[in-house]
């Protein structure tokens, strides 16, 4: 056989058959470096733990950052007044915003289910006992609390159908907190969709000038009768100690701190800038009161005389948009 036309492709394959002396050290070095590593991680030596403490921390540090990101990306970005612009929020304490005035309401509802001390119920607000739907309870309904978005969901569906305003939902929160303390219960995952539809029902029929019958809440929820609408509502008010009244100042109470309940979970309110013609209806209506107050005093108000009886002031409602 004559190799002399193989010559050239011998030398080839030995260029790709042997290892040089500097890429076989480097080869050495680093099977040496990974016996040390394995070595050093087999017992708790402070080499091992310095490295798990250096990736823990490198990964803390970037997951930490991937997070803030994220939550400056899905955060609304809030508008700041200048010199130039003023923005305003549509919601006032006399026309509060519906969308927002429900969120709010419901998270604190969200807060007492979550934050309860105790699991203190009554039979009429078990939906165990009298369920608002045909739908299979779980037995263990009464262990998973219901989130935010659940009990919105209710509560808005309400709303919208019988067209609730956003008034009628802050006294929906003045009567369920109201019940909870005169009644010395707790509001648990099996009843609080019953003593929610209780505070609603009462609530627009206090409040609302045309209020929504019990019949009407059973087309809105087709499987309860209007019985059992009846005597929750003749138990709650026995409950209440017919304690409906809510003063103007316990409104307004309720409707500054949902709004100190919005700011501390991201809850923004629409904002538009504000316009002539808006800061127009704004001076008049101040004039307005400004004028009232000064005749009332005139007329002998005392300084300390309080304002949930000053039916005059009612006259102008404080309606911005």
Not at 49 to 55: A, F, H, I, N, P
Not at 89 to 99: A, G
Request: hydrophobic share 40%.
């Amino acid at each position: 056989m004559d190799t002399s036309k193989y010559r050239n492709l011998w030398k080839v394959v030995e260029m790709l058959l042997l290892l040089s002396h500097g890429q076989a050290t480097v080869e050495k070095g680093f099977s040496i470096n990974k016996k040390v590593e394995l070595e050093n991680m087999k017992e708790l030596l402070y080499v091992s733990q310095r490295l798990v403490c250096d990736y823990i921390n490198s990964t803390d540090f970037r997951e930490k950052r991937r997070s803030q990101s994220n939550l400056l990306e899905t955060r609304p970005l809030k508008k700041s007044s200048s010199c130039s612009t003023i923005f305003l929020d549509d919601s006032t304490v006399s026309q509060p915003n519906l969308k927002n005035t429900i969120k709010c309401v419901t998270l604190a509802i969200y807060y007492h289910i979550r934050n309860r001390t105790s699991n203190r119920t009554l039979d009429i607000f078990d939906e165990r006992i009298h369920p608002l739907s045909k739908d299979k309870i779980q037995d263990d309904c009464d262990q998973k609390d219901p989130d935010h978005r659940t009990i919105y969901r209710f509560v808005r569906t309400l709303f919208n159908a019988a067209q609730l305003t956003a008034e009628c939902a802050i006294i929906t929160l003045v009567y369920l907190e109201r019940l909870l303390t005169y009644a010395e219960i707790d509001i648990v995952p099996s009843t609080w969709k019953r003593i929610v539809l209780g505070a609603i029902l009462l609530a627009s029929k206090v409040w609302d000038d045309q209020a929504v019958w019990n019949v009407d809440y059973c087309q809105i929820l087709k499987d309860i009768s209007v019985e059992d609408m009846n005597e929750l509502e003749r138990q709650f008010l026995e409950m209440l100690q017919f304690n409906i009244n809510v003063p103007a100042s316990v409104y307004a109470k309720y409707y500054f701190d949902l709004r100190s309940l919005a700011d501390q979970n991201d809850v923004s309110f629409p904002t538009e800038p504000l316009s002539k013609e808006r800061a127009q209806k704004l001076e008049a209506m101040s004039l307005a009161m400004s004028g009232a107050l000064v005749d009332l005093h005139r007329n002998g108000m005392r300084k300390w005389y309080s304002l949930d009886n000053l039916t005059v002031l009612r006259k102008s409602a404080a309606i911005l948009s």
